[in-house]
Structure formats: C-alpha cells, structure tokens
C-alpha cells in the first residue's frame, strides 16, 4: 500500500473585510486668502493632490464639497481654517500617500501658505468601516487630543493605537 505524504491544500479562506477603517483630519490657518497670489501654488496643486490620493492603494474617502475638495468647508467656525478629512485602510496606507510625489513636495512647502499653530492640527482615530465621519467628529477629535493628548479614542502617526478590539490595522 502507498501513502501520499502530501496534506491536501487547504481551502482558500476569504479575507475578512476589515472592522475599522482610519479616519484622519488635519486643519491648517491660512495665512492669505484662498485667492490671492500667495496660495495659488497651494490651489492649483488641489486638484492633481487629491486625485492621486482618490487612486492611492488604502485610500477609502475624502470630504469634499461641490467644489470637489473641502477649502469651503467650515470648521470651528473659523474662515481663516480650512480642512482635509480623509478615510484610510491604515496608518502604513496613509503614510505612503503622505511622504510621496506632490503631495510630500507640498508639505515641504506647508509654512509659506499656513500659520504655525502650537495646538494639535492632525489628529487620527478609527472608525466601523463604512461610516464617514462628520466635521463635528473631527472638531471632537481635535480637541480630545488637544486637551488628553494621544489616546485610543484620537492619536497621531508618531503615537498610533490599535483599532478596537485590539488586532493591528
């Protein structure tokens, strides 16, 4: 009698969709109008920005008005504040996007267009996938990690948690 001494293959398992997604918001003071000459480098790099970050791999959604980016949504009632609120796979998914092409050639350029702030204006948290957050969660998350600092509730790249129930993103 001969044996196979191969195990059969063991069935393909389906990925898990993920439970949590992360959403993050980083607000910014402008230093000049939106129209002026001052930001026009800023403004003309929307469009071409967000497309590639709409194409990222771990890109899930972004907040946007008609205009097709976020600058007339307002935030702590503030005009001289715009925001960038996105949902993202995971902190490696958004990370990549950040420190690349444009994107990284804007942040590098960030002063001449923005304030310097002392108080958190990037804050990170989960959220159940699916759901996408309103500018109130990210005002409420702002100001958590302002007044807690990082926490499981809202933290920062440089200071991650888990999501919920404590499996890695």
Known sequence: MTTDSAAPAAPAVPAVPAAYELAQVNIARLKFPLDSPE????????DPVNAVADGADGFV???????????????????WLIVNMSVWRDPDAL????????H???LGRRHEWFARVKEAMTALWWVEAGSRPTVADAEKALLRLREHGPTP??????TPFPPPGGASA
């Open 39 to 46: 930001l026009k480098d800023f403004v003309d790099a929307l």
């Open 61 to 79: 959604w972004r907040l946007q008005s008609e205009t097709g980016n976020a600058t007339d949504v307002p935030v702590f009632g503030d005009e």
């Open 104 to 106: 990284r050639e804007l």
């Open 153 to 158: 509730e809202s933290f920062t790249l440089r």
């Open 95 to 102: 990370t990549a996007f950040m420190y690349q092409g444009q």
